[in-house]
């Protein structure tokens, strides 16, 4: 066997440990929350395995979404193929990803637009994972909104929103912290009177509201 054999081999069992949650998954201690530990690795992966995620979802996925909803089946990390497939496809090779999905079955594609707000859902640590939504994904997501499938076009929609709830929520918070580290917050006194500060100053010598 050759190493380009051996990698698409492994290329294969990664993304079906991820589809089939096989391995041991992890969470934090004393909690229900796990995580697939392959679904994370194949999220971290690159565009090379691209190819290997399409083989996949065409073999496996679209056969078992054509019968039923494979979120409620034996694929059970679908959601972590998915989210790898259009994260990893949208930053590096849009174009690919949008044709392949727009080729296959709806079930796909409206599986995939589900998932696609889970990467980008925005705490004060970041985004899931790591970087915001780019232009080709809201592009792709307003065109299918814009389609005459009312399903998909529903689908697309709230996804949108989602992405534009997240993207307002991190703009309120960068927002609330360059106030806060220019000295831009406001205070209350002993009798509750709030006192805006002053950019620089502490507080006592702002003005009363």
């Not at 690795?41 to 679209?62: G, H, N, Y």
């Not at 590096?92 to 079955?105: D, K």
Request: aromatic share 6%.
């Amino acid at each position: 066997m050759t190493s380009s054999e051996d990698r698409r081999n492994s290329d294969r069992e990664l993304i079906l440990d991820t589809l089939l949650w096989r391995g041991e998954p992890s969470g934090p201690s004393g909690t229900c929350f796990v995580t697939s530990v392959a679904g994370v690795d194949l999220i971290k992966s690159d565009a090379s395995l691209l190819p290997a995620i399409e083989r996949v979802l065409d073999e496996v996925v679209v056969p078992e979404l054509t019968t039923g909803d494979a979120s409620g089946s034996r694929l059970r990390g679908l959601a972590y193929v998915l989210c790898a497939y259009s994260f990893i496809g949208m930053r590096a090779a849009p174009q690919r990803v949008i044709s392949f999905l727009l080729s296959r079955s709806r079930h796909l594609l409206r599986e995939t637009i589900e998932c696609i707000p889970i990467g980008y859902q925005w705490t004060k640590e970041g985004y899931n994972f790591g970087a915001p939504p780019n232009s080709d994904l809201r592009d792709f997501l307003a065109g299918v909104a814009s389609g005459g499938d009312e399903e998909l076009r529903s689908v697309a929609l709230r996804a949108l929103k989602q992405l534009d709830e997240c993207e307002m929520r991190r703009r309120k918070h960068e927002h609330r912290e360059a106030k806060r580290e220019s000295g831009e917050g406001t205070s209350t006194d002993s009798h509750g009177r709030l006192h805006r500060r002053a950019r620089g100053g502490s507080g006592n010598g702002g003005a009363k509201c």
